[in-house]
């Protein structure tokens, strides 16, 4: 089991959930945590769930490949990497928070957030590691950095500009992409 794609992956996930988490709990007059804990369990679960989805179809895909899943798991996991770095650096700053208080609106935040998850659970079955242990870090990892930005908001007035920190998600998914063609060619 590599750890370090196992971290970077987790945390290259996370690190939407955590920016929206802080953004929004900023913007709330008087949020209850009640309501981050609420926030952070939809986020998880559909993150979590999403990621595994990708890995079962991804793992279904490995029959009709051979080397090619290393190479396609580099690719997609750079695509995303610098798609979420081009977003950071093009996207105008935008401190809108949904009222994530009402259901509807917090199940198309929390789904919208997840396809990353998806293709991200695909290209990382292709490199056949233990997808259980995999979604487990990924849940794990959510929960605790979405919980914690929104406590972190809360607590602090932090600059209105965070979107720097969905940048550190992209740079995480590079990482892995690099580290799984590295293990590739170490092991060749």
């Known amino acids: 089991m590599d750890y370090i794609i196992i971290l970077f992956t987790a945390l290259g996930l996370a690190m939407t959930a955590f920016a929206f988490a802080l953004n929004c709990a900023m913007q709330r007059p008087s949020p209850k945590i009640g309501q981050f804990f609420t926030l952070t369990l939809w986020f998880t679960v559909f993150q979590t769930?999403?990621?595994v989805l990708g890995g079962i179809i991804g793992f279904s895909l490995l029959k009709f490949m051979s080397i090619s899943g290393i190479w396609a798991s580099f690719s997609i996991l750079i695509i995303f990497g610098f798609k979420k770095i081009a977003e950071t650096i093009t996207k105008k700053d935008d401190t809108r928070c949904f009222d994530f208080r009402e259901t509807k609106t917090?199940?198309?935040?929390?789904?919208a957030n997840s396809f990353d998850a998806f293709i991200v659970g695909i290209s990382l079955a292709f490199i056949k590691l233990d997808l259980w242990v995999l979604a487990l870090s990924v849940g794990i990892a959510i929960f605790v950095l979405t919980l914690f930005g929104a406590i972190l908001g809360k607590k602090l007035q932090l600059p209105k500009n965070i979107k720097w920190l969905e940048l550190v998600g992209g740079v995480a998914?590079?990482?892995?992409?690099?580290?799984?063609?590295?293990?590739q060619f170490a092991y060749v």
Request: proline share 0%; net charge positive.
């Open 49 to 51: 769930v999403m990621f």
């Open 106 to 111: 917090l199940a198309l935040v929390s789904l």
């Open 173 to 183: 998914l590079i990482i892995v992409a690099i580290k799984i063609l590295i293990n």
